[in-house]
């Protein structure tokens, strides 16, 4: 069965830091570009970061650029989003999601077509 997993998420004030974790099962990781997502209630979801599967290029959108540092292990079996000088307009369900490598990361980012997708994992962020 194929599955995305989420986890990291938590309360934290605003200027503080979390790292989300994104891991597969039932597939590999390093043949896909992952992106991280977001939606908070009554808005649309957004992209928030995307690396790409095949050079391991990245892209953000404007509001995290700075804050935010998308990355995989060494093994590629796991995708992070590093989160720093966080802000009460990041709180969101954040969820990952997988499309075949050969999309770019801005691709993914832009288009918000993905293949699969976590159920997410909620950040708050206080003010």
């Known amino acids: 069965q194929v599955q995305v997993m989420e986890s990291g998420g938590g309360l934290v004030q605003a200027g503080g830091s979390l790292k989300l974790s994104c891991e597969a099962s039932?597939?590999?990781?390093?043949?896909?570009?992952v992106g991280w997502f977001r939606q908070a209630p009554g808005k649309e979801r957004e992209a928030v970061a995307c690396i790409g599967g095949r050079d391991e290029s990245t892209y953000y959108t404007d509001s995290v650029k700075g804050r935010f540092t998308i990355s995989r292990d060494s093994a590629k079996t796991t995708v992070y989003l590093q989160m720093n000088n966080l802000k009460p307009e990041d709180t969101a369900n954040y969820y990952c999601?997988?499309?075949?490598?050969?999309?770019?990361?801005?691709?993914?980012?832009?288009?918000?077509?993905?293949?699969?997708w976590g159920q997410g994992t909620q950040v708050t962020v206080s003010s």
């Open positions: 039932g597939f590999t990781f390093n043949y896909y570009t």
């Open positions: 999601t997988a499309i075949s490598f050969f999309t770019p990361a801005q691709n993914l980012c832009v288009t918000l077509s993905y293949d699969y």
